[in-house]
């Protein structure tokens, strides 16, 4: 998700979150992601994308938008800078990891 020739747009943000939507643990090869799974994580991809835009997008430093207000999606993250807090779904603490030189958050009682 994160190999920008292949999915644009799709950063360290989105990708944690799609992937726990889609109870994907971040480690598994793409190869031995199904077709099921594949087309859950496709539909989760486009639902985080469709909520961070209904909520102005992701603000973490001075990003404002053209009326001065910041994004809120930061604030529904499930995953996402929520190292070692429990997980909302599940209790686990979240993770935070570093995969291919990019961190990810993720829980590993949700993502298997």
């Known amino acids: 998700l994160l190999d920008q020739s292949l999915v644009a747009g799709v950063g360290n943000i989105y990708a944690d979150e799609a992937l726990f939507a889609a109870g994907i643990c971040p480690g ?11 087309r859950l994580l ?5 639902q985080v994308l469709v909520q961070s835009i209904e909520a102005g997008g992701t603000t ?10 910041n994004g809120n999606y930061g604030g529904q993250a499930w995953v996402y800078r ?14 935070r990891d570093k995969l291919a030189g990019r961190s990810c958050h ?6 298997r």
Do not use: E, N
């Open 60 to 69: 973490f430093s001075d990003f404002r938008d053209l009326s001065g207000t």
């Open 82 to 95: 929520r190292a070692g807090l429990p997980c909302r779904r599940c209790g686990t603490p979240i993770r």
């Open 28 to 38: 598994t090869p793409s190869g031995r992601v199904g077709p099921k799974r594949l």
């Open 42 to 46: 496709c539909a989760s991809l486009v």
């Open 106 to 111: 993720w829980c590993p009682g949700c993502q």
